[in-house]
């Protein structure tokens, strides 16, 4: 049952119209009170909130080593068809991007290549 009082309210969220969006949660919440079942409402919002993670999770994003770098990756994400709008600071990087997106993910950065040289270096 939860589910689908996920999955409804997923579907009225990607219309992107707010009066709906509006009028279908106020469906359900009188839905659960005349059911009897208003207990049922923390479990539907726990799971609107692991939907929500998964798809920031899941969004394209562009990673840069220095805020200087931005521009650059992202011209270079996007023609590989990583188009997003800002790039975040990532101080794990140590020089260049990385992004993701689309099962697909764009390394320019020095990291991996460090990293390769350090467990060689101790092997």
Known sequence: MIDNYTRLLEVTVEIEDKAASDAAVTKLILHLK???RMKMLPAIVRE??????RRHALRPRVE???????????RAAAASG???????????????????????????SAKQALLRIYQKSIA
């Open 82 to 108: 990583i188009v997003v709008r800002y790039a975040s600071v990532n101080p794990s990087l140590i020089f260049g991007w990385r992004a993701r997106g689309d099962d697909m993910l764009v390394d320019r």
């Open 64 to 74: 840069v080593a220095h805020k200087k770098e931005e521009g650059e990756a992202l």
């Open 48 to 53: 609107l909130q692991k939907v929500a993670a």
């Open 34 to 36: 005349s059911a009897g």
